[in-house]
């Protein structure tokens, strides 16, 4: 159930056209346990007190990265156009997907102009839908490439950025998907050492991210709400008059705004349903 995106990473020669296979999203409620009262018998009094059930959900801590690093604040803050309102179905029978954020519009231009201010126009293309743990499909995008168009950019070579909603569930659901991936990223990098960055947990206001050397992984949380979201970056080579400045400039300081943004935009969630 993983797929794959391409385009960023450390590595500086990054391919300018790339294939992405497609994925399908993995996560929609989850599982829980409602407290009930007991109904044995007793000969003596017993209070009149029922249990109720309880809306709390048991949060993720994602383990400590190898070597992790502590970006420095990126330099311009984005301030949030739109935020997520996100349910989850504690039984796991419901997908609630319909308060997912879309691809198609995950970062708006408004958002994305405060740290491309010669952007004028987002474009997306390319949109698909993911299939859901009870065999169906969200109708929202989970997955599409945002064209942008920058001023000064040659046409054979505009800038894109590709979305790819993993899902939403209960933190300790997203939770199990992201350790199996993250030890999976660790054997990786231990064969590639300089092509994988992980950052400090809460580093930049999301549980944790990491850059595998093509795609940004980011997992969010807030309340009962977990998430994970992967987007990358093909172009971003005229940011500057320097092809290798350019790719820096994305890497360090568009790619930490970003996942700030995504953490400040999963800001507004509801409790699990019974």
Known sequence: MNRTLTAL????????????????????????????????????????????????????????????????????TITPSTHFSVRVDRTGKKPMDTTWPSADDIFTRAELRQVLPKLTAVRATQCRTGSLPDGGSTHLSTECTLNLRITGEPNDDRSKLMIDIRGFGLPQQIG???????????????????????????????????TDGTTTKVLLQHGNVAGEVWFSGIGFTTLTSDYLKSRKLYRQQIV???????????ADTEKATA
């Open 9 to 76: 990473g450390a590595a500086v020669a990054v391919a300018l056209a790339v294939t992405v296979p497609a994925y399908t999203a993995y996560a929609a409620g989850g599982s829980g346990s409602t407290v009930r009262p007991s109904t044995k018998s007793s000969k003596h009094p017993t209070s009149t007190k029922t249990a109720t059930p309880t809306n709390r959900v048991t949060p993720y801590s994602p383990p400590a990265a190898p070597q992790a690093v502590t970006p420095s604040a990126p330099s311009t």
């Open 176 to 210: 199990r998907q992201w350790s199996k991936d993250l030890a999976e990223a660790q054997d990786r990098s231990a064969q590639r050492p300089g092509l994988y960055t992980f950052y400090t947990n809460k580093s930049l206001g999301v549980s944790a991210a990491f």
């Open 256 to 266: 930490p705004a970003l996942v700030q943004l995504l953490g400040a935009k999963l």
